[in-house]
């Protein structure tokens, strides 16, 4: 590549372009199959994620939320280092959500930046569970599995 950026994207006196940033996306655990003894709608899994989120951004999401889903019921959807999300594509995390509420799991959000919150909230309301820490919702994830296994 020629002129003032280089490869890595910075230009040549060292600052960040003021090009929008892209998406980067981690699942942990990696996909594959659940721990032994670990029912479906206990195993959890993370899907992370930082940057400027537009709609393409959110189907990739949601299809990893999807790949994720074939092994673990509770997927927490990390958003705390996004910086913007494009509300076209909140609907589907809502229809995500409803889906794996249906079949017995969850997908918990925890979100940082109070700008992406509101949008989620616009959007999503209600039938959206945000939080402000992976750890909190990952403690909603054990509270509700305790709290049905107290059910039964």
Known sequence: MTGKFPRNG???????????????????PAPGPRPFGIAWKDNVATVSVRGDLDREALWAIDYTIGRAAADAGRIVLDLREVTHLDYAGVPELVARRKELVSRGGDLLIAVRNPYVSNILKAQGGADLALFHSVEEATGAT??????RMLRK
């Open 142 to 147: 054990v509270a509700t599995a305790k709290v």
């Open 10 to 28: 910075f230009p040549k006196n060292g600052f960040r372009s003021n090009e929008p940033s892209t998406a980067v996306l981690a699942l942990k």
